[in-house]
Nanobody, 121 residues
């Protein structure tokens, strides 16, 4: 399983937007986005299944959108109306592991190095 590579993080003010990218190098299966803030556990943010199905945690459901471009082997996380509480290192993960639960970090085999998102108030 090739390690996914994230990019697109940065620093924005509250209300701003960022688009994260996750290049998966030929893999077109399920990809999850997670985040981890300092001193907190890693938490699931969203998942894109191989088809068009995507799921989100409640706190980002109306602000984030996950999409994928299989021709580019890339999964995107569009983040709008960012809030200071969105500040975290964001990771993408691939290579589902059974039993698969999309919001569980243990359900993924491969992880990227992460990209930092910082939202100031």
């Amino acid at each position: 399983q090739v390690q996914p590579v994230e990019s697109g993080g940065g620093s924005v003010q509250a209300g701003g937007s960022l688009r994260l990218s996750c290049v998966t190098s030929g893999y077109t299966g399920v990809v999850g986005w997670f985040r981890q803030a300092p001193g907190k556990e890693r938490e699931a943010v969203a998942v894109a299944y191989a088809g068009s199905t995507s799921l989100y945690i409640d706190s980002v459901k109306d602000r984030f959108a996950i999409s994928r471009d299989n021709a580019k082997n890339t999964v995107y996380l569009q983040m709008n109306n960012l809030k200071p509480e969105d500040t975290a290192m964001y990771y993408c993960a691939s290579g589902p592991r059974a039993p698969f639960r999309w919001a569980s970090a243990s359900s993924y085999n491969s992880w990227g190095q992460g990209t930092q998102v910082t939202v100031s108030s």
